[in-house]
């Protein structure tokens, strides 16, 4: 399955008075990473709501566990990957780390999600062949720009 790491610095508008990161934050960085997981499949964003004409990929489900903090100026690595594939949801695992320690896991999923043509409503839809082969990183990735 296809994976990425990012590395970023911890700043201060991401921590708590003490310094240490708010819980909230990994989240935010999680769903970020997820864009560019999807970038790193070879489907930036707007190259798949463009080309399958999605409304996105909504997080419907989240398991976090805090096991270490991390702190202003550290640098936090997060490494993410497609952890399973279904009809019309995926999960996205994170985990974010500081050198060799712990600091936050999660296992996301997200639901392929187009409008309903008849009804106007939000509804699940298959996922393309193109992205499920290259979230299994199975052959060229496609998107019509990387940008």
């Not at 096991?67 to 936090?76: M, N, S, T």
């Not at 187009?114 to 996922?127: F, T, V």
């Not at 992205?131 to 052959?139: D, L």
């Amino acid at each position: 399955m296809i994976a990425n790491s990012v590395t970023r610095e911890v700043e201060w508008g991401e921590c708590d008075p003490a310094g240490i990161v708010f819980n909230p934050n990994f989240s935010r960085w999680f769903d970020h990473c997820t864009s560019l997981l999807y970038a790193a499949a070879g489907w930036p964003k707007p190259a798949i709501l463009r080309e399958f004409g999605i409304l996105g990929c909504p997080l419907v489900e989240s398991h976090l566990s805090f096991r270490a903090p991390a702190r202003y100026g550290e640098i936090v690595t997060i490494d993410s990957s497609i952890a399973e594939i279904g009809r019309s949801s995926f999960k996205v695992r994170h985990h974010a780390r500081v050198g060799e320690r712990s600091c936050c896991t999660a296992l996301d999923t997200r639901v392929w999600t187009i409008r309903d043509p008849e009804s106007g409503r939000l509804r699940a839809a298959e996922l393309p062949a193109a992205i499920v082969a290259a979230f299994r990183a199975e052959g060229a990735a496609g998107g019509a720009d990387a940008g």
